[in-house]
C-alpha cells in the first residue's frame, strides 16, 4: 500500500475534487448498470420523450379508479365539480412504478375519465400542481422526481407545464432564471403569479434542503426576480404552503428536513413553525407583480397539531381557513432506533388569526341503532349471561369488519424490525377512532366514535362543491411501504360522517420482501468477508493521517467500492448498511498486512 506524502497535489480545490469525484461516480454508475442490463436514468427519459411524440391525438375514455400510488397531485376544477389526478409512484418492495396518466374524477356522477393527450411531462412524483380558472382552466406542475424501477437512480425536475384543460393540450414553458433541479417542494397560486417554495434534492451522494423562493409571472410567462427582507424559515421539503390574497399573505407551516450530526448519521426535524411571506413595497407596473417582498415569523394559537411532517392541506374556497389530514412522526431515538407514529385526525386553521382547531366528527346514532341499544339494555337485566354471549358474537363480528378494511390496523401499536435497526409504527394520538363505527362506553350516549380514514402520510386532499375529498397515502408497517387507494368525501357544512367512495381493498396492500432484507446477517457476514473486490485505485493515506480522517477524505470511493460489491453479490442492502459496509472494507484496507 502506498503511503506518499500528497501535500503538493492539495490546494486544487474543493470543487474541483468534488467534480471529479461525481464524473467518475456517474462513469462507474454506467458501466454497472450496462452491465446489469439497465439503461442511463436521463437516456430512459428521452426515450419516453420521443415515444410520446409519435402521439398525435387526444384520447378521453372512462375508466376504473387510478392504480395504488403516492405523492401524485390532486387539484379541483376551477368550473366543475371535478377533480384532476397527475402523475405519482407506486413501489411494492422490489419495484418502482412511476406515472404521468391524467384522470378527471367526476364527483355527481362517480365516475372516472383518462384523458392521454400529446406531448406530456415524462412520468414523475413529488411535483406540485396549481389549478387556474383563466382560459377555460389551466393546470401547471413544477420539478419532482423521476426513478427507475430498481431505484438505482433518481433524477429531479425542475420543467415547468401546462395543460390547458379546454383544449386538453399539453405546453412545456421555457423561461429561464427558475429554481433548481427538486421535488418535495410547494407551489401555490397568488394574484396573477405562481410561488415556488422549499424542497430538496437528493442524489444518494449528497443531499440539500431549500427555503429559497421563486415567483412566476403568469402574464408574460417568466420567472421574475425578487427581493425578500426579513428572517426566512428554515431549509425543509414536505411543508404547508398556503396562500391568502385577501390577507395578502403566503403561510408555511412545519415540513422536514435533516442535516449530518457526525459521520454516516442524519438528524431529521420535523418543524413546527409558522411564517408569513408578503409583498412590500413596488409593484411591477406592467402586470402588477409584487418585486419586493418581506417573512414575518407567525405566532400559533389554539389547538396545535402534533409535531409532524406530510401533512397535506387545502384552503377551503372563499374563506381564509385552511384544512390538514394526518401525517407521520419519525422520533429518533438512536441511530438504529426510529419510532414513526402516523396520525388519522383532522385539523383546520384560521389563517388570519393564526388560530388551529381539531375538527371534530359527530356523527349520530339512528334510530334502529337506539332501539338495539334500549334491547341490549333490557336483555342485559333479565339474563346477563346470554348477553355477554351475544356481545362477544356482536365483537367479533365489528372485529372481523374492521380487520377487512384494513389490515394493518388490528394492532394500534406494532413493532417490527426492519433490515438495519428496530423500527416501530405507533397509530398517533386521536380522539377519533379509525376502526369504524364503535359505540362510546357511555350507554346513554348518542353519538359514536365515528368511523375516520385510517392513519397515513401524504394524502391527496381536494374541495370541490362543499366537499372535502381524501384519497390514498402511505403508511410504512416496518419495512413495509403500504401505499393506499382508499377514497373518501366529508360534508364540510356538516361534518357529520366520512362517505367512503372506494373501500380499502386489502388484498392490494402487497409488499415483496427484498432478497437481503430479512435480517441483518446476510449483510453483517458480507461484511466480513476476505474476498470483496477493491479498485486498484484506491487513494492513499497522508502522513500523519488517522484512519477516521482518511476514511472522511475518501467516503465517496468507499461507498463507492461497497455499492459495487453487494451489487456483484446480487444483495440489495440500505443506504445505511451501504455505509456500515463502506466502512469496514476500509478498515480492512487499511489493516491488510
Not at 401547471?140 to 379546454?166: A, C, M, P, R, T
Not at 373518501?488 to 367512503?500: A, E, I, V
Amino acid at each position: 500500500m502506498g503511503k506518499k506524502n500528497k501535500k503538493d497535489s492539495k490546494g486544487k480545490g474543493k470543487e474541483k475534487t468534488t467534480m471529479k469525484t461525481e464524473k467518475k461516480a456517474e462513469k462507474r454508475l454506467k458501466k454497472e448498470l450496462a452491465a446489469k442490463g439497465e439503461e442511463d436514468i436521463e437516456k430512459l427519459i428521452a426515450e419516453f420523450q420521443e415515444k410520446d411524440r409519435e402521439k398525435n391525438k387526444v384520447i378521453e375514455e372512462k375508466c376504473d379508479p387510478p392504480s395504488q400510488r403516492c405523492n401524485a397531485t390532486f387539484t379541483a376544477h376551477p368550473d366543475k365539480e371535478e377533480l384532476v389526478l397527475f402523475g405519482g409512484e407506486y413501489y411494492n418492495g422490489k419495484q418502482m412504478f412511476m406515472y404521468n396518466d391524467l384522470f378527471f374524477y367526476n364527483t355527481k356522477k362517480n365516475e372516472w375519465l383518462k384523458v392521454t393527450a400529446p406531448n406530456a411531462p415524462p412520468p414523475r412524483s413529488s411535483h406540485q400542481a396549481v389549478m387556474l380558472k383563466q382560459g377555460g382552466g389551466q393546470l401547471w406542475i413544477f420539478g419532482g422526481e423521476f426513478s427507475n424501477h430498481s431505484q438505482s437512480q433518481f433524477y429531479h425536475f425542475k420543467d415547468l407545464w401546462v395543460f390547458y384543460l379546454k383544449d386538453k393540450k399539453w405546453e412545456k414553458v421555457k423561461a429561464v432564471g427558475g429554481p433548481s433541479s427538486r421535488s418535495g417542494h410547494r407551489m401555490v397560486n397568488y394574484k396573477k403569479m405562481l410561488v415556488v417554495f422549499g424542497g430538496f434534492n437528493d442524489n444518494y451522494r449528497d443531499y440539500k434542503y431549500y427555503n429559497d423562493v421563486h415567483i412566476f409571472n403568469l402574464e408574460t410567462y417568466t420567472w421574475i426576480k425578487v427581493t425578500i427582507n426579513g428572517t426566512p424559515p428554515s431549509p425543509r421539503s414536505g411543508c404547508i404552503l398556503v396562500s391568502s390574497p385577501s390577507l395578502n399573505k403566503i403561510f408555511v407551516f412545519g415540513g422536514y428536513s435533516k442535516q449530518p450530526i457526525k459521520k454516516d448519521v442524519d438528524q431529521g426535524c420535523c418543524h413546527t413553525d409558522m411564517f408569513a411571506l408578503m409583498p412590500e413595497g413596488k409593484q411591477e407596473k406592467s402586470s402588477m407583480v409584487s418585486l419586493h417582498w418581506k417573512w414575518q415569523p407567525v405566532k400559533q394559537s389554539g389547538f396545535c397539531p402534533d409535531p409532524r411532517s406530510s401533512m397535506p392541506s387545502v384552503v377551503v374556497p372563499g374563506s381564509n381557513h385552511a384544512i390538514c389530514f394526518g401525517g407521520v412522526y419519525d422520533d429518533e431515538e438512536n441511530e438504529e432506533s426510529i419510532t414513526s407514529k402516523f396520525f388519522n385526525d383532522l385539523y383546520s386553521v384560521d389563517l388570519e388569526k393564526a388560530y388551529w382547531n381539531k375538527i371534530s366528527i359527530n356523527e349520530k346514532k339512528t334510530t334502529g341503532e337506539k332501539k338495539r341499544r334500549k334491547k341490549q339494555e333490557d336483555e342485559c337485566d333479565e339474563d346477563k349471561s346470554s348477553d355477554d354471549e351475544a356481545k362477544t358474537e356482536d365483537s367479533a363480528d365489528n372485529a372481523a369488519a374492521d380487520l377487512e378494511q384494513l389490515e394493518l390496523k388490528e394492532p394500534v401499536e406494532k413493532v417490527s424490525t426492519s433490515s438495519d435497526g428496530v423500527f416501530t409504527v405507533v397509530i398517533g394520538p386521536s380522539s377519533e377512532t379509525a376502526s369504524g363505527l364503535t359505540e362510546s362506553d357511555n350507554p346513554s350516549s348518542n353519538t359514536f366514535d365515528p368511523f375516520m380514514p385510517s392513519p397515513r402520510m401524504n394524502c391527496l386532499l381536494a374541495i370541490t362543491g362543499g366537499q372535502l375529498y381524501l384519497y390514498g397515502g402511505l403508511f410504512e408497517d416496518g419495512d413495509a411501504q403500504i401505499t393506499l387507494s382508499d377514497f373518501y368525501s366529508l360534508d364540510l357544512s356538516k361534518k357529520h360522517k366520512w362517505n367512503t367512495i372506494i373501500e380499502m381493498d386489502t388484498k392490494k396492500l402487497e409488499w415483496e420482501e427484498s432478497d437481503s432484507s430479512d435480517d441483518d446477517k446476510e449483510s453483517d457476514s458480507s461484511d466480513t468477508e476476505s474476498d470483496m473486490d477493491v479498485d486498484d485505485n484506491v487513494p492513499d493515506i497522508n502522513d500523519g493521517e488517522s484512519e477516521e480522517k482518511y476514511f472522511e477524505r475518501t467516503q465517496e470511493f468507499w461507498l463507492q467500492q461497497a455499492k459495487e460489491n453487494a451489487e456483484a453479490e446480487k444483495e440489495t442492502l440500505s443506504v445505511k448498511q451501504i455505509k456500515k459496509l463502506a466502512l469496514r472494507m476500509c478498515q480492512d484496507y487499511l489493516h491488510d498486512d
